[in-house]
């Protein structure tokens, strides 16, 4: 199972960002399907996740979600581990949000 977070941009690496929401968990297919997953949207290592940081002046935790992240687990056939952004292009925060109501995916608990 792939799992869907929602993060915020931070403004420097030291910062704390808000604590997300757990992760919603779906299946590869639909996350290539719903999501558009794509290898080439790798960014980090299932050892390092990432933090994305963006120039500006209000905390994260003043903000809306910025980013749509995939986390593939380890032993997914034909996929590298780790953690994959969406561009914004293909699918926004509140798109993503929205899917997950639509189809009544529960979040991982």
Do not use: C
Request: aromatic residues 10%; proline residues 8%.
């Amino acid at each position: 199972m792939v799992k869907v977070w929602l993060t915020k941009a931070l403004r420097h690496e030291e910062e704390k960002g808000a604590t997300p929401l757990p992760p919603f968990e779906i299946s590869l297919e639909r996350a290539i399907e719903k999501f558009h997953l794509a290898q080439e949207h790798w960014i980090a290592s299932i050892n390092h996740p990432p933090r994305l940081v963006q120039e500006r002046i209000l905390p994260a935790k003043f903000l809306d979600y910025s980013y749509v992240i995939l986390e593939v687990p380890k032993n997914t056939q034909n996929w590298k581990a780790g953690f994959y952004r969406i561009p914004e292009n293909m699918l926004t925060p509140t798109e993503a949000i929205e899917l997950m109501t639509q189809e009544g995916w529960q979040q991982d608990k």
